[in-house]
């Protein structure tokens, strides 16, 4: 099956005699109907208008309390208490306490790297971490005090 698609013009009078010929209607009203562009109203807003206005309205972050993680709870508390001792290290050892106080073990590699950008801890290779020379001496300073 083709479908074909055909525009044309015609004048009304034509097209209501044929109509009238085809067709038995009796009483039949024609109203003209004009299509009128859309009156101008308010001018629709740039894009950079739009961007630069939802910029504006950004939310600010939380700041937090202190500086850096917190070193004497959860996690961190639990990979500070194996490091305290100043020896080097493996991760794998760090994962035992890890478990038995409910958390991942799978989450000390990154949260050691978390303390090594925070200059808490350092790699030492050969995958052995020790707390930096730094930490050792806040944690000298801490037990004296």
Same mark, same amino acid.
């Given at each position: ?51 630069? %206005? ?5 939310? +600010?972050?939380? #700041?937090? !309390? =202190?500086?850096? *993680? /917190? ?17 080097? %290290? ?5 994962? +035992?306490?890890? #478990?038995? !106080? =409910?958390?991942? *073990? /799978? ?39």
């Amino acid at each position: 099956m083709i479908k074909y698609k055909i525009g044309f013009t015609v004048p009304a009078e034509v097209l209501f005699g044929m109509i009238a010929k085809f067709l038995p209607i009796e009483d039949l009203a024609v109203e003209e109907i004009v299509d009128h562009p859309p009156a101008p109203g308010k001018p629709l807003p740039k894009i950079a208008q739009m961007v630069s %206005h939802a910029s504006k309205h950004k939310l +600010k972050r939380a #700041k937090r !309390a =202190g500086k850096g *993680p /917190n070193l004497k709870e959860g996690i961190n508390g639990i990979l500070m208490s194996v490091l305290e001792d100043g020896a080097p %290290h493996r991760a794998f050892e760090m994962e +035992k306490p890890l #478990k038995a !106080a =409910g958390f991942s *073990p /799978n989450s000390v590699g990154s949260r050691l790297q978390n303390l090594r950008n925070h200059g808490v801890v350092q790699m030492l290779g050969d995958g052995k971490w020790r707390l930096t020379q730094v930490e050792v001496k806040k944690q000298v300073s801490e037990m004296v005090a």
